[in-house]
């Protein structure tokens, strides 16, 4: 066991730090979000200079081989400045997904402009009404349904899109713009761009099957997981700077001729926020740790801290709002910006409710509940 | 980072549970399932104490000169979660986890010699006698008074909520031998035998029906000054470095995710498919991993030399608050079960039930006494002051 960050990832969270805090500025941001296209090119080649673009990729493939803990270490500070660039549908579901399922060729063709910072991607994977189907054709596939909340796809020059297949669930390469595909662009309460997805017998080439895999599930979730993990360390971002934001405000304010942090009871109240804090940042990191874990500590750790670190983030963004008064309540402050960021945080992937409720029947299993976070390597 | 135990973690963790399994009878994990006390029976967690004595792993967290084990921070980890698993009983740590470690740091040769074999033998029992009727959290505000006579003190006072001295042969006590300056500044630190002259425990009965604490009342006791621990009025210092083992210093994550694993069981017996029920201890399991893996991340900075700060005294606020949470719906599960009461201790003496109908007999009984978690070994309050300056630095 260790629980330490060695000095790669002291390097890496350095370096996300010192590019993200000099560029933050929150007038810039709410005409970012308020405006088209809602996110920032340059900033994006910049990721790619860095060579954030690939970090969990394979060397072979052109990545640097980066795992788990370095990207909860830049999505930390995503959420700390409030980026929404599409980092997570890009390279950790879209990218994620390639390099899981995907030939050595098909990885080559579809991470290198990735990588590269040239071509953005965006998983459709929930379905809006019925599931999306994949109907074989001669020499290939047609693609029908309609997808929901497919985060980054006004920026994505490749969907990959999940449909099902005689029972079994397949991962298909689709050009935003080929025929039939219709995107339906919109901002989220955070500010992050995503679409919803119509395709309407979108005909496919037979290559176009990730992998050629018509039986990706399990890939599927694994990603899902990944992607959860990684959300989660976004939002002990957002989580902390609301933290300290009030702390500093409690500090600073004055009322009845003393600051507001010298009242017990408001002091209490900052020290309840600060444990969440604290007990968030640790389900993040079991969550992260847990996914090269086996599976089903894997799906207990990522839904136990999904449904944790919701409960944390909602206290702490109602507290942080209420502990700063009425300008806590307007967007005159970057809070209630963070605020926005951990409500979509609840939301996305499954809400605290179902994460709450699957981590419930994993550990109705006696001998699941009894076991420590800590077993054996493999 | 990773959460994986090594090789010689797993062979050291095989050995523990062999160890375990030899020397934690049924009739022992019976008695410890049925104490609804945060301690068990001494009378039976003596023979697991003397097992591990002769192990070698009675107070493993003691340097070995003492008699320690240098286990790393991990195997103290394992040997934690597979007590807990194993259903072994939790032995009064007054010795082993307060005094003790005291004795080690500013005691004489002499008393080295004198008490810490026989605390690693569980030959001693010691209480603790620090709260006072007038002060609680307010610790320095103690009136127990020592006044020199000769080779001898002459003690009067009164302490209270002092845990197992009915149990217990001797004290370790904060007691007033200067009465100017800073009232800290005259505080001593006194090692006594239990059965001095003048010295009386009468019984506190929990609201559990549990006998743990107790007050000790010191008429005219006469105890010799080579009991004294440290010099004269310099006992406040001694006082707060005990304190940081009384709040962090033991690791309890696989105490708790025991209780947690018998009250998933008794849940899934009593209410299965109760949407609130199931909910609620999905959140508390949520809590639980959270709180192990802070423990952990202390444990990964102990193993390079760190030290736990202002964690230790996070870790007994949630953990406190965890485990009453645990106790407190079992007692909603179990419906008019929990209606019974049971008056006479222990249990493991006075039931022959069942096993599951004797484990709902001791919900209720669990439920009233965890009621203490949140106040003994420095309330929630004084908790929560001390990690308004030292972790949100107010």
Redesign the interface.
Known sequence: MNLQFDSEHVMLRDSAEKLLASRFDFRAFQKLIDGEPGWTPELWTIFAELGWLGLPFAEEDGGSGGGATEISILMEAFGKYLVVEPYLATVVLGGGLIAALGSATERKALLEPVIAGRSRLAFAHDDADAPTTAVRRAGGYAITGAKKVVLGAPMAETLLVSARLDGTVGVFVVPSDAPGVIVRPYRMVNGERAADVDLTGVTLPARALLGGNEDAGSAIELVIHRAIAALSADAIGAIATMVRATVDYAKTRVQFGQPLASFQALQHRLVAMKVKEEEARASSRLATLALDGPPDRRLRAIAGAKAKIGRCARAVHQEAIQLHGAIGTTNELSLGAYAKRLVAYEIKFGTTREHLARYGAMIARPELAAEGLLSAAG | ??????AE??AFRDEVRRFLASNVPDAMRRAHDLTTSFLDDPAISIHFHRALDRRGWSVPHWPVEHGGTAWTP?QH??FD?ECG?AGAPVYNSSGSHFVGPVIMHYGTAEQKAKYLPRIRSGEDHWAQGYSEPGSGSDLASLKTRADSDGDDYIVNGQKIWTTHAHKSNRIFALVRTSREGKRQAGITFLLMDLDRPGITVRPIIGNGGDHEFNEVFFDNVRTPKSGRVGEENHGWEIAKYLLEFERGGSVI??RV??Q??KL??M??ARCPGD?GV??R???I???L??????G??V???L??GGHPGP?SS?LK??WSEIRQSICELALDAIGDDALRWIGERPLYENLQLPQEDEETLAVTLRYLNSRAYTIMGGTS?IQ??I??KT????
């Open positions: 980072m990773d959460l994986s135990l090594s973690d797993i991990v980890y394992i979660v698993r994550a696989g995710r025991a947690f694993a998933v069981r849940v899934g949407p199931l909910a201890m999905a959140e399991g949520t809590d991993d959270a709180m192990e893996m802070l952990l991340t444990l990964s900075e193993q390079t964690i996070l606020l949630r309050e929560t002051n990690l308004a972790l949100v630095g107010l």
